[in-house]
């Protein structure tokens, strides 16, 4: 494959403050150095907190509501709410095993796109935020990243990916705590480790009913996860 050099630079990952600058080049072309890039359409920065993805896809996603809102003449509640789960939240929740953040800024910067679009929604903008959703029979967003992390360990598990799950998933090899399907989590020290998809996904898998992790589809597992109230931290 040929690679078009000048559309090329490097990113170095550290948790160090002031790490070593490391200098590459290709064909005596040397890279420059950047703090963060977009791969596959997810911004790396060198810490891996995500925070510039966050902002990102926020931004984006307020420009599409306010669009949205524009464009429908009508304002029935029901139409609005499946334009939105059409065509704004899809730019939130893309890739999100990957980023789905833990500081509560960008946990509550992701979900004031929601807030406020159901705000906008006549004879809702004037009760509370929960309300809103128990009308529009709408899970928050943080509940829907939840969701999306435990399908993804489920296709995991199930070989249902190209992912190798001994890659990311390792199973309890003893059965006397919670359900056969139970998995091990790993000891980290790092936040970025911590709060990772293979770290972060154990404790709500584990806590997780034998009827839901035994399901024989993906479509029932979603079916069945909708049944159980899971707790948000």
Sequence with gaps: MHISIPKCSTLSISNTKSPKPRIYSIHSHQLPQVSSYSDLGVIFNDKLTFTNHIQSITKRAFVQSILLSRCFVSKNPSLLKTAFSTYVRPILEYASPVWSPHLAKN????????RRFTKSIRNLRN?????????LELPTLSLRRIHIDLCTCYRILHGLTVLNSSNFLTFRNSTNRGHPFSLIKPLVRLDSSKFSFHSRVIDTWNALPLAVVNAETIHSFKLKLKLITIHLE
Excluded: G, K, N
């Design 107 to 114: 946990i509550t910067l992701l979900e004031s796109v929601q």
């Design 127 to 135: 009760i509370p935020y929960t309300s809103r959703l128990a009308r």
